[in-house]
């Protein structure tokens, strides 16, 4: 994991007190709640095979960010890249994602983004698998990006969606309604179909994948949410009144900042 320099560091001067307690404590806890889950069924491994085996074996997974809690403990011991901030949320963040066995590269889409991409890009061509959060640091929620698709398509690997749902689960009130599963919750995996993303894709071909991995990333949260029940809220509450699931609003509006 990179290292921020002591110049351009956003540490206070107690985090790296903190930074060796908290991460490692945090990691504990999210294994025990998560080992406490059952998974009882993974619907498409197969199209997860034969992505890998289609592509040199690895692929870039995608979640949304408010799936990401469960995925810490499944994909972390795959030992996958992720593009994390150089905040200093982002550097707690980090180390708990490095005692869960994943590995980070700092940058995000206002600091040191560029470089990070390019840096994950080469990983994935050695052969490393990665992670992305579609919907951006910052969301909107459940609107992807279109960092994801010029990754996969600079890297010549699938893009991988993955999502899933808990029949007991709490559902925060933030942007991203994350939802973290009760101990001894029931779990279901989705991997959506893979996205290939050919390299001479490029301007506004590249918001047709985008719309793509939206649709199929939200047609697989939305199965996983069926199989308990009615789909999960995942829009903010900002005023009385607001709903807090779909439709998008406006649809499909372009996000290729």
Known sequence: MESISAEKSPLRWYDPILLRVIPPLVALLIKLLMLSCRLIKVEGIEREREARAQGR??????????????????LGPRHIIAMISQSRDGEYVARVVQWLGGRSIRGSSTLGGTKALREI???MKE???????????LGPARIAKVGAIIMARNADVP???????????????SWDRTLIPKPFARIVLY???????????????LEAYRRVLEDRMNQGAGWCD???????PWRKVTEKGMPEVGPLSPPHESQTE
């Open 57 to 74: 074996g690895n692929v870039i997974y995608c979640t949304w960010h408010q799936r990401i809690s469960y995925f810490s403990h499944y």
């Open 121 to 123: 890009i080469k990983k």
């Open 127 to 137: 052969g490393e698998n990665g992670v992305m959060l579609a919907d951006g640091p």
């Open 159 to 173: 893009l991988m969606p993955i999502l899933w749902g808990a029949d007991r689960c709490w559902c925060f009130n």
């Open 191 to 205: 991997f959506a179909d893979p996205i290939w993303i050919p390299r001479t894709v490029k301007g506004k071909e």
């Open 226 to 232: 069926r199989q308990f029940g009615q789909e999960r």
